[in-house]
């Protein structure tokens, strides 16, 4: 999914074509399972992606709009924080992709990608252990903004949330040094504009 969006191809809209009839159908075995009050069998659904992983859209952007909003210095990154942060919150992050741009960029290519992956792998742990439940087959619609979406995909349970916030404060780690670097070359550029 990012290595497409990263060439400027919607990839979730590409990889979801093929993989959601898959995804969906977990979601499906889940909800299935809670209603005969069965264990819920599968990690992986739909809700996996949409909710724990793609926090403020693919590449997990919604700590890099939070962090442009709050702890920017060049007018630009304010500025695009501003603007990206309302869709952010439902999960759009279009703003990000084409306006920072993550579309190619190597610096941000590389959050962008690393940050799934490591979600990815937090969420798989945290519900395989069994430190957050897994999604309950509730179809909890994408744009369902983060800590609420935790909370409704797992049952209304509130590790599900907490699993969410654990995953932000991952996303913040890995985006933070790329977003220094990056609001640094904008500050510098802004700066050497206005001399």
Do not use: C
């Not at 898959?22 to 979601?27: E, G, H, R, S, V």
């Not at 209603?35 to 890099?64: H, K, L, R, W």
């Not at 699993?163 to 609001?183: E, K, S």
């Amino acid at each position: 999914v990012q290595l497409l969006w990263s060439t400027g191809l919607h990839g979730a809209s590409i990889v979801g074509g093929v993989m959601a009839p898959i995804w969906l159908a977990q979601t499906d075995a889940n909800r299935l399972a809670l209603q005969a009050g069965d264990e819920i069998p599968n990690i992986i659904s739909q809700q996996f992606f949409d909710i724990f992983i793609y926090m403020g859209g693919s590449g997990a952007t919604f700590v890099f709009a939070l962090m442009m909003l709050f702890m920017a210095k060049s007018q630009q990154s304010k500025q695009l924080g501003r603007l990206a942060i309302g869709p952010g919150i439902f999960n759009i992050n279009e703003p990000i992709t084409f306006g920072a741009p993550i579309v190619l960029n190597p610096l941000l290519i590389i959050p962008f990608i690393l940050t799934p992956l490591a979600l990815t792998i937090t969420t798989y742990i945290g519900m395989s252990t069994g430190f957050a439940p897994k999604t309950a087959g509730v179809a909890v619609p994408w744009t369902t903004p983060p800590i609420i979406g935790g909370y409704l995909a797992t049952g209304g349970n509130i590790r599900g949330a907490l699993m969410q916030v654990i995953n932000l404060v991952v996303a913040f780690a890995i985006y933070y040094p790329f977003f220094r670097m990056w609001d640094k070359q904008n500050f510098n550029v802004e700066k050497g504009s206005s001399n």
